[in-house]
């Protein structure tokens, strides 16, 4: 390997090692308000440095395989950026401190709590099962009445309260 090829592959090591703590929009050295011509325009010069065709037989395999590594995560920068509503996505998660849009899409998303998850007695789970099940169909003027008998058999449940009150809220915004 010359020297030349050498110095290149410590920098793309380097590289490599900073990567997983920047954002894509380090990684494209743009600005998070950049148009979507300056993300074009950032990802072409990113790709001349960092594709893998640009690495020369004479560099070595070891250099291209890190410049492949570099440049598919610069893709995947660009790829998000360059779509209005995945770049949405993304800077929604960024504000959580997500650096990847596959941190954000691949986090879990808890199942929401029915009413009778939340319930806690069986008398309380059965009026709450009623109003989940009359709540799923749509009619929410008619759960209000298992919620609320619920809520009289589990007084001290603060959470079905919560959500009995969310009830009656949305039923006094709604239209008629």
Known sequence: MTPAARERLVFFERIL?????????????????????RIKEAFRAFALE????????????????????I?????????VLGSPSTRARYDEGLKRGNLRLVEIEARPRP???????IAKTPRGKA????????????????ARAPLT????????????????????????????
Request: aromatic share 8%; hydrophobic share 35%.
């Open 17 to 37: 090692a900073a990567i997983p703590g920047w954002n894509y929009y380090q990684l494209l050295r743009i600005e998070p308000a950049a148009t979507p011509a």
């Open 127 to 142: 009026h709450a099962r009623k109003a989940d099940q009359l709540l799923s169909i749509g009619d929410f003027d008619t």
């Open 111 to 117: 199942k929401p709590k029915t009413l009778e998850d």
């Open 149 to 176: 008998s619920a809520c009289h058999e589990e007084p001290e449940n603060e959470e079905l309260k919560e959500r009995l009150q969310a009830l009656w809220e949305a039923l006094a915004i709604a239209p008629d």
């Open 71 to 79: 440049f598919r995560r610069g893709a995947e920068a660009y790829r």
């Open 50 to 69: 960092f594709h893998p065709d640009e690495v020369e037989e004479d560099e070595g395999a070891e250099l291209r395989e890190k410049a492949d590594a």
